[in-house]
């Protein structure tokens, strides 16, 4: 399934440097808050892309929603069940880094099958996966032998071969160079509609979400408002911003939303 | 170009050994004081032949070995949990800091009266010049393990056991087999001091009976012999360091 329903969330920081500021007599009141009364329902299924600019609490929103971290109130429920600890029901794709170095591609792959006791049909569901983000022929390999984009591809076998009910993705392109980028956008999408999961991603990227968002949510500060905007994007796929109307004009919102002017 | 290694280090051996040669020649010194090359050479010839040299080494490198092995059996475990556990950490960390700082020769003269003449005082001094480094080394490592890897490890619901096994040991590995070659070597320092006071035997103590006798040709065959196995443990550490366990590393 994969419905998530987040209410009234939100997450406070105490700063505890300046707490210990014994002669700041507001010390004690110094608190960041990051979350503040965020709402959000994802259909199940949905790829979720969530734009924002940098500290607007978007990545704590993440490791909230992945069990990794928890909220200081509201909650998050995941087809009506809370979540209290990370769980391979909701698999996270982490930036960069996030394969096991001391690990090969296959090795990496077959973390979330290792207790599967059919070791014949394991073999066979590990060596699909690694086909389906071309990587055969590099199963031995580790990962500071790939590139950067076969890397992103590995952790994405990882990821799906579990068969996760949500996948939540930490900026999934960044660091990778423009054809790469453009490509991985491509694959996630593709792999979007092959396994039919719910997919949040959070992206620094407009286009990315305009290609290949179901929905577009914009991140603000949490001193002003949370959520800029929640929208429900029914196109399909692949799709080609410049030949789409209603994406252009979607664009051109989006850039003034986060304060670009000129691009509009 | 590029010569072999071997070759130059070899030459380098020949020429201060030549040096050593042409003023123990010319240089006006008593055999007592300072002994030539050959009768250098002669006396560990004979020392080796009796056998005697080969007992000494094998005594000091079993009370190595033991000290050795239990700094590492207690030292990394103890690394681990420290580096894991905070509260721990700060309960713990401070005595460790207190304590490294004490060479273990100082603490000679209670090794001695806790566990008398023999083996033990030189095991325990040496287990106290290992263990120390051992358990910083580790907690450090420990420490950089980046936290990606435990959320990846908690993504996969990875138990207890996984998560020392499969993340904290390999992750540590490059750094721990490092400290090791460099802590060897601090235990091999350490044990000759160890001998010549509490035993009979050893390198140490075939150094210190050679003084005694004014017998500096000795004194020199068990210096040579000392640096001779010092840079056979370090390249049999070395040789480990480069263990498949850590090829994903690349640093190494």
Known sequence: ?264 | MKRNPLFLSSVSFSLLILLWAIITYFGDFSEQIFPNPFLVLASGVELFNDGTLLKHVVASLYRVTIGFYLAVILGIPLGIVLGRKYLVRQLINPIIQFLRPISPLAWIPLAMLWFGIGDQPAIFLIFLSSFFPLVVATTMAVNRINPVYFHVAANFNFSQQEVIKKIIIPAILPEVLTALRLTIAIAWLVVVAAEMIAVQSGLGYLILDARNALRMDIVMVGMIVIGMIGVLLDLIMLRLAKNDAIGWNKAS
């Not at chain 1, 406070?12 to 440097?17: F, H, I, K, P, V």
């Not at chain 1, 990882?158 to 660091?175: H, K, Q, T, Y």
């Not at chain 1, 959070?202 to 800029?228: P, Q």
């Open chain 1, 1 to 264: 399934m994969g419905h998530i329903l987040i209410q009234d969330l939100a997450k406070r920081y105490q700063n505890r440097r300046q707490h210990s500021r014994k002669n700041d007599i507001h010390a004690h009141e110094k608190i960041i808050t990051v979350l503040e009364d965020v709402n959000l329902e994802f259909q199940d299924g949905e790829m979720v892309c969530i734009l924002g600019p940098s500290g607007c609490g978007k990545s704590s929103l993440l490791r909230i929603i992945a069990g990794f971290d928890r909220a200081t109130s509201g909650k998050i429920l995941i087809d009506g069940q809370p979540i209290l600890k990370p769980s391979s029901d909701y698999i996270f794709v982490f930036q960069h880094n996030g394969l096991l170095p001391w690990m090969t591609v296959w090795q990496n792959v077959e973390l979330g099958l290792r207790h599967l006791d059919n070791e014949a049909e394991k073999e066979e569901t590990i060596q699909e996966y690694i086909s389906m983000v071309e990587l055969d022929g590099f199963e031995s390999y580790y990962p500071h032998q790939l590139s950067g984009g076969m890397q992103r591809r590995a952790e994405l076998a990882r990821a799906i071969v579990v068969n996760p009910e949500l996948l939540i993705m930490d900026e999934p392109f960044s660091g990778l160079d423009f054809l790469t980028h453009l490509k991985m956008r491509e694959e996630v999408v593709n792999m979007h509609q092959f396994i039919n999961k719910t997919i949040v991603i959070v992206t620094h990227d407009i286009d990315d979400a305009l290609v290949m968002a179901d929905r577009v949510v914009v991140m603000g500060n949490a001193s002003t408002k949370n959520i800029l905007l929640n929208r429900k994007l029914a196109f399909g796929h692949p799709r080609n911003i410049e030949k789409i109307e209603g994406l252009r004009e979607l664009r051109d919102e989006l850039y003034l939303m986060l304060g670009v002017n000129y691009a509009v």
